[in-house]
Nanobody, 124 residues
């Protein structure tokens, strides 16, 4: 089973940038679509960004569109989330997830394997 592991979270001031990484074990990484979700205290987990297995199709939540970029590097079995112009409302635990779907999927129910999460805190 492919298991994603996130890294790259931390504390940053508003307007700053962070890059999250998601490394997935297993030789079959290239068969999976990948997504990023986040969960703030007291709120439900929400979709942030997704990328299909070929990397040719991406999708973003309206709240992060134009500020965040998802990409994948197959040779390193890694997916990235570049986050620019961060806002305090971006503060959350960010989760990487894997889906066997070949379609673009945006809901938590469509993802099959989850990482443990990495904390992102944006101070005002």
């Amino acid at each position: 089973q492919v298991q994603p592991v996130e890294s790259g979270g931390g504390l940053v001031q508003a307007g700053g940038s962070l890059r999250l990484s998601c490394a997935a074990s297993g030789r079959t990484f290239r068969r999976y679509g990948m997504g990023w979700f986040r969960q703030a205290p007291g709120k439900e987990r929400e979709f942030v960004a997704a990328i299909t297995l070929t990397g040719g199709n991406t999708n973003y939540a309206d709240a992060v569109k134009g500020r965040f970029t998802i990409s994948r590097e197959a040779a390193k079995n890694t997916v990235y989330l570049q986050m620019n112009s961060l806002k305090p409302e971006d503060t959350a635990v960010y989760y990487c997830a894997i889906t066997i779907s070949t379609k673009m999927v945006l809901t938590t129910e469509d993802y099959d394997s989850w990482g443990q999460g990495t904390q992102v805190t944006v101070s005002s």
